[in-house]
Every structure is written in structure tokens, then in C-alpha cells.
């Protein structure tokens, strides 16, 4: 009787020599080429989809202001700025001090000038927003979904940045020289009143009218009948106003 593992003549092949088992057997050339290939296939998809994924993660990084802007005219439209290059200036200018900006309600706990906490939004998107409140006339609503923060966190950076920008332009001389007055005075103003510097108005501009009762008495306006914001503006001959 055989015992099991021996190898009988009838499991013998032809030629007489027992085959081995598969994994002793080397593949033939063409399937290590094949093999390769395909390796070599897969890595390339492999680094097509990191970059994919890369350049999503930055277009997702990349600021809202370069979405919505693109050509100077979206510039013009959502923050009053004549062009790109324009507001790139404005920019730079701002953005030294800006960076250490402390936020509405951080200021009203504490009078020290400690760095911001983490931002939800860029800060270059900060001054975009405010742009677009305070020179498109979007409603805060509409912003806490195009830049998907909440209500709270879109009033807290308008609120900011009008302060900001209050203290950093309101320090700016804004009154023209008398030598500039005279450059670009019209004809009219040299043959009347060519002594005049600049020309003062007081002006009312429509506001919300607040939910507050005490508010409400001091913007109310009983010239326009309605809730205004007050303020005196100069003008100089040629029509740039120099002085709110």
C-alpha cells in the first residue's frame, strides 16, 4: 500500500519527473512585462490623482475676493475700487497693521493689544466683506452665506473694520494745498470767488432705522423723515471732496 506522500509511478508524467508546485515556477516573460506596464500604469494615475487633489486643496485655500473679482470691472463693483491694481495698493498698504488686528468683541473685554485669535476667514476675504457691505450694500444675511460664517462673526468684522479703517483714514491729510486748489479750480470759480478753499455742506444720508427706541430718536430726521446718519462734508472748487 502506498504511504501517503510517496509519489507512485502512475502520478509520474510522461518524461517520468514529478512537477513541482506553481509557486516554484518562474512566469514567462511576457507577463512580467505585462505586470510591469500595469504597475507602471497605476503609479501614473496614482500621481495624477495627488495632484488633482492638490490643486483643489488650493483653489479651495485661495481667497473669495479672487473668485468674485477677476477684471477690474468686478473690482469696481463690489468694492468701489477703479481697478486691481488700485485696490492691490490699497492692500499692502493696510495690511502691516491689520494683521494685528483685535476684533470687536475681544475689544470690549480687554484694552490689551494682544495678536487676534485664529481667523475664520483670510483677511485680505475680512476687508473684501466689508467692502462689499459697506460699497455694494449687501445685507449681512447675504454674506454669512457667500463666505459661509455666521451672522455674528460677519457683524463682529464689519464692525472691526469700520473701526479700523475710521482710525487709519481719518488720519490721512486729506485737505488740498492752496497751490493745488488753484491748479485745478474751473474757470468760473477764477473769474468769481478766486480766493475760495473749499465748500462746506452738511449732508443726511438714509439709514436702517434701529430696533432700539433710543436709537431711533437720535438718527431720526425730521427734514427727510427718516432715520439719517448727519455729517459735514468739504468740497474743494474742482469737486473732490477733502474734508467728512
Known sequence: MPVPGDITEEALPAGGVAKDHDYAYHPSPGKLDAAAWR????EFQVVSLELEIQQLTVKQQQPLIF????TDEDFRYYTRFSSKEVF????ESV????SRLLY???AQQTAQETPSPQRKLP?????FMFLCRVAAGFQEKTLSIIFEVSLSTVSRIILTWTSYLYQVLGSLPLWMTREQVQATMPDKFKLY???VRVIIDCTEIRCETASSLLLQSETFSNYKNHTTFKGLIGIAPCGVITFV
Do not use: G, H, N, R
Open 88 to 91: 492691490t495698493v490699497f492692500w
Open 123 to 127: 483677511l485680505i476675504d475680512e476687508l
Open 104 to 106: 470687536w468683541s475681544k
Open 193 to 195: 470767488c478766486p480766493q
Open 39 to 42: 504597475i507602471q500604469e497605476l
Open 95 to 98: 495690511y502691516p497693521s491689520a
Open 67 to 70: 473668485k468674485f473679482c477677476v
